[in-house]
């Protein structure tokens, strides 16, 4: 046991730097940004932890990881431990240590931030996790005699995986429907190798093979199997619905159809998916960035993966191009930062109007309009306003539009009888995530619109109680 | 993994698979399509399911070797397997009976056309088959299509079998009979669709395409297969594939299809120059096939 320091003395310590990758090296490559705290980093950053009584922290995680046990354990040494402590309400935990927006949930309720940097549990929730991993002892928890009761999930993303796991554990029998040929879903797709490694995601996959559930992937549910043939046909108890918002938006502006014009989704699923970066070993082709100019349009965390995706793929200018200011942008700090020192180009409150193209019907150039900050809109952000005459050209061989997705109406048109809002989400019900028919739950994006990994994950969480009540005892 | 049961070439470079899917064999309509990606390096590229059989539990899918995915999969025989087969995608074709069916299929896409034309049958249409080819040796299904149609017209460009012309030529000769025509489905080229469109446009006679765009998950997640059908804007792998001809924006559908050619170019040549890597990956698929992975764990 590690002597705890007095309280005053660990507000003393520094918050611990995550060490990285160099900008000028890294906006090169699609290795990992972060490399991870080492153990002595990593236990110098847990004796900064006051050990409230009453740890904000876990309340402020939405699937509530007991986060003061963890570090505690982590003080002590005892990684595996930590490790398995995690695993108790959280199937991911190198996922979420590494892509989880901390700064708004753990991180933001701990007490430290209020007068010191708040400790940072997202880089040690990593540590913990990789270290395991790299010991190859996961401490798998303990599964529940078999109940004889089959769950079908739909879809492998952070909402299904967590529900998954935690079926799993109380004994249901349980099978992740994917459409796509690798599971987990956007995380898989959609989020860079350069913040997190497949490999993790692979890794995070087989634990959950190993706990005895079964992956199918290519099945299309809502076109391959129906929800109601999942019921009648393949004998399933359940169906948890998490789909994810999957639908690409557009701008709806002139020019949109030029080649050369991307969805972020498609962008990033060449990318991250078909590893069209690189070519010699991969037969997914992409638009040649070599030297070119590429404007991404949006200011999320999908607008920063793509921009800092074409950056990689040798762009020589990359561009955000934004509508509000810095302020207002809804990425995370950490990314935006990570973006602006690998020499992306900011071009807030700017706005596109126009893709431009030549006779092959190959994009140009962006017409663009300067944007000022007016009154206050209902969403309480400043509304963004164009500024007359400020309209100008700019030239760009490649954009990719990251303006936000929809829902995938997919499963619901083959499901008439579930019923969806008229934005196309599924109506679920929040505490108990279920819809209006019986046996089947929703939960993640396709019910409440794009939101982030770990909100997913928490909603899967509040499916698998609903649900393994309602398998319990058979009452809707 | 998705074993082939049957392969045979229908002509020079156009192969027929019977593939293991009994899933999409069961739900399977005419019009619709998988998507397939051959090992662990391959592209996703959608194929028309041209048949399948939900005893065998098989669909039949058609392919002709133009692109490097294509060519590779074609030197795949009964025996192996495909590593990836998803669908049915797309919406099914509209089958009813409007009278008399006019269905075209140029090359391959008559492959395509072929499960929509015995479908048009059995709904009561009086069914007219154009079939359409550059050459006699690039003629595929004849047989199929014969005994699925009321009237088929074989047409060549180079006049080596059947008629000397093209699909157009008989569409308008038929017409131009005063020949009623209540429906057309055309599949084929880009150019020969665009054709066939001009062809019934003045007469206003119902008109759909099955197109072919580049396409990525098939599931409307992507965005890349967006077509754009009287100014809107459609998912062809959600919305489509077919869709009403004289609304198509075909300039753009070629633009777009273009987008990769070089790319592509390389990728077919380096691939000619040496398939070795490519075949030996897609026979590895197979051994995993043939040794299972231990199944999952309970603990």
Same mark, same amino acid.
């Given at each position: 046991?590690? #002597?705890?320091?007095?309280?005053?003395?660990?507000?003393?310590?520094?918050?611990?730097?995550?060490?990285?990758?160099?900008?000028? /090296?890294?906006?090169?490559?699609?290795?990992?940004?972060?490399?991870?705290?080492?153990?002595?980093?990593? $236990?110098?950053?847990? $004796?900064?932890?006051?050990?409230?009584?009453?740890?904000?922290?876990?309340? %402020?995680?939405?699937?509530?990881? $007991?986060?003061?046990?963890?570090?505690?354990?982590?003080?002590?040494?005892?990684?595996?431990?930590?490790?398995?402590?995690?695993?108790?309400?959280?199937?991911?935990?190198?996922?979420? %240590?590494?892509?989880?927006? /901390?700064?708004? $949930?753990?991180?933001?309720?701990?007490?430290?931030?209020?007068?010191?940097?708040?400790?940072?549990?997202?880089?040690?929730?990593?540590?913990?996790?990789?270290?395991?991993?790299?010991?190859? /002892?996961?401490?798998?928890?303990?599964?529940?005699?078999?109940?004889?009761?089959?769950?079908?999930?739909?879809?492998?993303?952070?909402?299904?995986?967590?529900?998954?796991? #935690?079926?799993?554990?109380?004994?249901?029998?349980?099978?992740?429907?994917?459409?796509?040929?690798?599971?987990?879903?956007?995380?898989?797709?959609?989020?860079?190798?350069?913040?997190?490694?497949?490999?993790?995601?692979?890794?995070?996959?087989?634990?959950?093979?190993?706990?005895?559930? #079964?992956?199918?992937?290519?099945?299309?549910?809502?076109?391959?199997?129906?929800?109601?043939?999942?019921?009648?046909? &393949?004998?399933?108890?359940?169906?948890?619905?998490?789909?994810?918002? +999957?639908?690409?938006?557009?701008?709806?502006?002139?020019?949109?159809?030029?080649?050369?014009?991307?969805?972020?989704?498609?962008?990033?699923?060449?990318?991250?998916?078909?590893?069209?970066?690189?070519?010699?070993?991969?037969?997914?082709?992409?638009?040649?960035?070599?030297?070119?100019?590429?404007?991404?349009?949006?200011?999320?965390?999908?607008?920063?993966?793509?921009?800092?995706?074409?950056?990689?793929?040798?762009?020589?200018?990359?561009?955000?191009?934004?509508?509000?200011?810095?302020?207002?942008?809804?990425?995370?700090?950490?990314?935006?930062?990570?973006?602006?020192?690998? %020499?992306? /180009?900011?071009?807030?409150?700017?706005?596109?109007?126009?893709?431009?193209?030549?006779?092959?019907?190959?994009?140009?150039?962006?017409?663009?309009?300067?944007?000022?900050?007016? &009154?206050?809109?209902?969403? %309480?952000?400043?509304?963004?306003?164009?500024?007359?005459?400020?309209?100008?050209?700019?030239?760009?061989?490649?954009?990719?539009?990251?303006?936000?997705?929809?829902?995938?109406?997919?499963?619901?048109?083959?499901?008439?009888?579930?019923?969806?809002?008229?934005?196309?989400?599924?109506?679920?019900?929040?505490?108990?995530?279920?819809?209006?028919?019986?046996?089947?739950?929703?939960?993640?994006?396709?019910?409440? +619109?794009?939101?982030?990994?770990?909100?997913?994950?928490?909603?899967?969480?509040?499916?698998?109680?609903?649900?393994?009540?309602?398998?319990?005892?058979?009452?809707? | 993994?998705?074993?082939?049961?049957?392969?045979?070439?229908?002509?020079?470079?156009?192969?027929?698979?019977?593939?293991?899917?009994?899933?999409?064999?069961?739900?399977?309509?005419?019009?619709?399509?998988?998507?397939?990606?051959?090992?662990?390096?391959?592209?996703?590229?959608?194929?028309?399911?041209?048949?399948?059989?939900?005893?065998?539990?098989?669909?039949?899918?058609?392919?002709?070797?133009? *692109?490097?995915?294509?060519?590779?999969?074609?030197?795949?025989?009964? *025996?192996?397997?495909?590593? !990836?087969? =998803?669908?049915?995608?797309?919406?099914?074709?509209?089958?009813?009976?409007?009278?008399?069916?006019?269905?075209?299929?140029?090359?391959?896409?008559?492959?395509?056309?072929?499960?929509?034309?015995?479908?048009?049958?059995?709904?009561?249409?009086?069914?007219?088959?154009? =079939?359409?080819?550059?050459?006699?040796?690039?003629?595929?299904?004849?047989?199929?299509?014969?005994?699925?149609? @009321?009237?088929?017209?074989?047409?060549?460009? @180079?006049?080596?079998?059947?008629?000397?012309?093209?699909?157009?030529?008989?569409?308008?000769?038929?017409? !131009?009979?005063?020949?009623?025509?209540?429906?057309?489905?055309?599949?084929?080229?880009?150019?020969?669709?665009?054709?066939?469109?001009?062809?019934?446009?003045?007469?206003?006679?119902?008109?759909?395409?099955?197109?072919?765009?580049?396409?990525?998950?098939?599931?409307?997640?992507?965005?890349?297969?967006?077509?754009?059908?009287?100014?809107?804007?459609?998912?062809?792998?959600?919305?489509?594939?077919?869709? @009403?001809?004289?609304?198509?924006?075909?300039?753009?559908?070629?633009?777009?299809?273009?987008?990769?050619?070089?790319?592509?170019?390389?990728?077919?040549?380096?691939?000619?120059?040496?398939?070795?890597?490519?075949?030996?990956?897609?026979?590895?698929?197979?051994?995993?096939?043939?040794?299972?992975?231990?199944?999952?764990?309970?603990?």
């Amino acid at each position: 046991m590690v #002597d705890k320091l007095p309280p005053k003395q660990r507000t003393k310590i520094p918050r611990q730097a995550m060490p990285e990758q160099e900008a000028c /090296q890294r906006a090169h490559n699609f290795d990992e940004v972060n490399l991870g705290l080492t153990e002595a980093i990593a $236990q110098r950053e847990s $004796q900064r932890c006051l050990t409230c009584a009453d740890p904000k922290c876990t309340h %402020g995680c939405p699937v509530g990881v $007991q986060i003061r046990e963890v570090v505690d354990l982590v003080r002590e040494g005892e990684y595996l431990s930590a490790a398995a402590k995690l695993r108790e309400d959280n199937v991911l935990p190198a996922v979420t %240590g590494r892509v989880c927006p /901390q700064e708004n $949930q753990c991180e933001g309720a701990c007490v430290l931030a209020r007068r010191f940097n708040s400790l940072a549990i997202g880089h040690i929730e990593r540590f913990v996790a990789d270290y395991e991993r790299k010991t190859g /002892q996961v401490g798998l928890p303990e599964r529940a005699p078999l109940t004889g009761k089959k769950v079908a999930i739909v879809g492998s993303g952070p909402a299904g995986l967590s529900c998954a796991g #935690d079926l799993s554990l109380k004994g249901h029998e349980v099978t992740v429907f994917e459409a796509l040929h690798e599971i987990g879903g956007v995380l898989i797709y959609g989020i860079p190798e350069f913040r997190l490694p497949k490999e993790i995601v692979r890794q995070e996959v087989e634990n959950m093979r190993a706990m005895g559930i #079964d992956f199918q992937t290519n099945v299309v549910i809502g076109k391959t199997v129906t929800i109601d043939e999942l019921f009648n046909e &393949e004998g399933y108890d359940a169906v948890f619905i998490a789909t994810g918002a +999957g639908l690409p938006k557009f701008m709806n502006i002139p020019g949109e159809q030029l080649a050369g014009v991307y969805s972020a989704n498609e962008f990033l699923t060449r990318v991250n998916l078909m590893k069209a970066y690189d070519p010699d070993q991969y037969d997914s082709p992409i638009y040649d960035c070599r030297g070119r100019n590429v404007a991404i349009v949006g200011g999320g965390n999908t607008a920063m993966d793509s921009v800092r995706s074409a950056l990689r793929l040798g762009a020589k200018n990359a561009y955000i191009i934004y509508r509000r200011s810095e302020e207002e942008m809804p990425a995370r700090g950490e990314e935006v930062h990570h973006a602006k020192d690998e %020499g992306v /180009q900011f071009m807030n409150l700017h706005n596109p109007l126009e893709f431009v193209g030549n006779e092959e019907g190959n994009l140009t150039g962006v017409k663009l309009v300067k944007m000022e900050l007016g &009154e206050a809109d209902e969403s %309480g952000r400043r509304r963004p306003v164009p500024i007359e005459g400020s309209e100008f050209v700019m030239p760009i061989d490649m954009a990719v539009v990251a303006i936000g997705t929809g829902a995938n109406p997919l499963v619901q048109s083959t499901t008439p009888d579930m019923a969806t809002n008229k934005w196309g989400y599924i109506v679920a019900d929040e505490e108990t995530s279920r819809t209006n028919k019986r046996g089947v739950f929703a939960g993640g994006d396709i019910v409440s +619109g794009a939101a982030t990994v770990i909100l997913a994950m928490g909603a899967g969480r509040v499916a698998a109680r609903s649900m393994h009540e309602y398998l319990e005892t058979g009452q809707w | 993994m998705f074993p082939i049961k049957e392969s045979r070439f229908l002509s020079g470079d156009v192969k027929l698979f019977r593939v293991e899917a009994p899933r999409i064999a069961r739900k399977r309509q005419a019009g619709q399509f998988v998507i397939v990606r051959i090992h662990e390096h391959g592209e996703r590229i959608p194929l028309t399911i041209a048949d399948s059989d939900v005893e065998q539990g098989t669909i039949t899918i058609i392919v002709q070797g133009v *692109g490097k995915t294509t060519r590779l999969l074609n030197q795949l025989e009964a *025996g192996d397997a495909i590593l !990836d087969v =998803v669908g049915p995608l797309g919406e099914p074709s509209e089958i009813k009976n409007f009278g008399t069916v006019v269905v075209i299929g140029g090359g391959v896409g008559t492959a395509i056309a072929y499960p929509t034309a015995v479908a048009m049958k059995q709904a009561g249409n009086h069914v007219i088959t154009i =079939v359409g080819a550059r050459n006699q040796s690039l003629l595929i299904l004849e047989d199929e299509v014969r005994a699925t149609s @009321d009237e088929l017209y074989l047409m060549t460009d @180079d006049g080596s079998y059947g008629e000397h012309g093209f699909v157009t030529q008989k569409l308008q000769a038929l017409i !131009d009979q005063g020949r009623t025509i209540d429906h057309v489905l055309a599949i084929g080229p880009i150019p020969m669709m665009r054709a066939v469109a001009e062809v019934t446009r003045p007469h206003q006679i119902s008109t759909i395409v099955s197109l072919n765009p580049i396409m990525v998950d098939g599931t409307g997640m992507c965005g890349g297969c967006r077509v754009y059908v009287g100014k809107e804007c459609k998912f062809a792998c959600v919305d489509g594939p077919e869709f @009403d001809a004289h609304q198509v924006d075909f300039t753009n559908l070629i633009q777009r299809n273009k987008m990769y050619r070089d790319r592509e170019q390389e990728s077919l040549e380096a691939f000619e120059a040496d398939p070795t890597h490519d075949l030996e990956e897609a026979h590895h698929c197979q051994m995993e096939q043939r040794f299972p992975e231990v199944g999952p764990r309970t603990v």
